[in-house]
């Protein structure tokens, strides 16, 4: 068996799940042993090269929430494939506030190319922002209990493609489509990367990796409208020296506003699911939940 996992990695946490899921199928003793190939779309090497989906018997997709749904540069790569029907898992990551959209437009985009969604899941993972001073959110995610819910899903995945009667739903009332657009920031923000002190050794790694295109080595600063703000500049840095602002007066507004406490946060689990967002259906830590009515493809567990 074939798999792909195609994600986007900023600051390693939807890697590490990536290659949690590659780590667990291609330990499965089985007589169809499992190659699974994985790419990180971040880089505009892997964004430029073309993709024959029916080569794999089921792909992955794997995303950071970015205000509620993916990086722009994910949704403007989904627009370019064509998923010729082949099987998908979908999974996000996200820094313990919402996933809010994120189901819903890559549902979208997922079928709109062609391809037939079965599962869905969701990771807590460190906050991309927690590279500046003053923010800290998830700061020990993914966990163990995350890494788990990670084997479960992929194994789960696996079981569904072989099962030509799954249900897979995404309520998508009220939900239309809007392409994501370019930042119209004249501004630089508090979150935007940009070069601090001596020091820089002009590697121009943050140049090279940049998904967008967007810093400038020599000036380094980046380009403000293009910027998705991802960290990838900052957390890759060899010598230190791009960074964002201190933000430890944002930090507490930014939780008051979504109703946000450390220890809610601290309540957040890992899951996956068949039906997204009103009827969640859990299908992993079923031993923690089993006294709880939670349905299994529609049957109680
Ligand atoms: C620009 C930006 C927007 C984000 N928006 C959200 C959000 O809406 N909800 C959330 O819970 N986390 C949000 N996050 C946090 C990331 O989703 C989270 O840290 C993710 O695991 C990072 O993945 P990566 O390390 O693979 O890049 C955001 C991060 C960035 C950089």
New binding site residues.
Partial sequence: MKVAIF?????????QIAQEIQNNLQIQDSNDPIIVNMFNILYPSVQAKSVIFSDYDVCFFGF?????RL?RIAEEWFLKQKGESCPCAMF?????????NANQVTYHLLTRANFRPILSAE?L??????VAKGWK??EDRPNAEDFHIAREFSQKAIELIRNPEVHFQINMDDFHYTPAVLSTSTQRSA?HPSRFGEGCSMCRQCEIECPVNAMNADTGEVHLATC?????CVSICPDHVLKIDDVTEKFPNFMNRWHLTSEIVAKKQSLFYSSYPEKKMLLASENQHRNNTIHFFGEKI
């Fill in positions: 994600y986007f990695s900023a600051t390693g946490v939807t890697h950071p929430v970015y205000a509620g990086p996000f990551t996200y820094g313990g506030r919402l996933l809010e990771f993972g460190r906050h991309s922002f927690n959110l998830c979150f998705l703000q991802c960290m990838h």
